[in-house]
Nanobody
Framework: QVRLEESGGGLVQAGGSLRLSCAASGIIFSIDTLGWYRQAPGQSRELVAQITSTYSTKYDDSVKDRFTISRDNAKKTMYLQMNALKPEDTGVYYC???????WGKGTLVTVSS
């Protein structure tokens, strides 16, 4: 059974930084493509960053050059370093193994102006 646990969210002022973590179990992990999703209040969940098993990354235009996705296969953990945060980055952040319909509880990020 796939289990994902996000952590690291919180309240931060605009311009600040946060680092999110996603601990995974029940999967091989190293061969998986992983993604971070964001669900803003009243909106649908959207993919903001993705990393493949070969460490290829892609980002939504809204976070490009501010967010960095990374992974540690030995720890089965994925990260999202978020810099220069903006109020529009506010939302619940979820990690996901692409191709597997399983979600964690998410971690709330609130950016104040």
């Amino acid at each position: 059974q796939v289990r994902l646990e996000e952590s690291g969210g919180g309240l931060v002022q605009a311009g600040g930084s946060l680092r999110l973590s996603c601990a995974a179990s029940g999967i091989i992990f190293s061969i998986d493509t992983l993604g971070w999703y964001r669900q803003a209040p009243g909106q649908s969940r959207e993919l903001v960053a993705q990393i493949t098993s070969t460490y290829s990354t892609k980002y939504d235009d809204s976070v490009k050059d501010r967010f960095t996705i990374s992974r540690d296969n030995a720890k089965k953990t994925m990260y999202l370093q978020m810099n220069a945060l903006k109020p529009e980055d506010t939302g619940v952040y979820y990690c996901k193994v692409q191709g597997i319909n399983s979600w964690g509880k998410g971690t709330l990020v609130t950016v104040s102006s």
